[in-house]
């Protein structure tokens, strides 16, 4: 059985079997989700600019449709110095479903002066290691 070709949707397949007299068996039934969509990421409003020591507020808007987000996390990149800070993840603002917000605060005061790119990260529950990837440019 090869789903590849599905439309998103949920389905169930019947495994039925039977032998050369004409017995039958409905022995399994499996249901199972497709989605092919991977989550939709909105940045709110902050803009790419130049920014003081101190802290910044991430607020995101990830809309899925179908199955829940399980994870949501944030890191930085040095453009300058080429290293990544490590992952973060993000408070769930608004209750699970199809749109749900998520907060950040984060403490400039760790970074050295320089160009900073930031990657908000969104799984779902069914694309396994799926990421939708929004970047963000911080110059301080």
Request: glycine share 8%.
């Amino acid at each position: 059985f090869n789903a590849s070709n599905l439309a998103n949707g949920i389905y169930t397949v019947i495994v039925t079997a039977n032998d050369t007299k004409g017995n039958t068996n409905n022995t399994a039934t499996v249901t199972f989700t497709v989605d092919n969509t991977p989550p939709k990421v909105t940045l709110n409003g902050i803009s790419n600019n130049s920014y003081k020591l101190g802290l910044i507020y991430f607020n995101i808007t990830v809309t899925e449709n179908g199955v829940n987000v399980s994870n949501v996390q944030y890191r930085y990149f040095n453009i300058s110095g080429g290293n990544f800070g490590s992952y973060a993840s993000m408070s769930n603002a608004t209750p699970a479903g199809g749109t749900a917000d998520y907060n950040a605060t984060f403490n400039t005061t760790v970074l050295i002066d320089g160009n900073y790119t930031f990657e908000f990260f969104v799984n779902d529950t069914l694309i396994i290691g799926f990421k939708s990837i929004l970047s963000w440019f911080l110059r301080l």
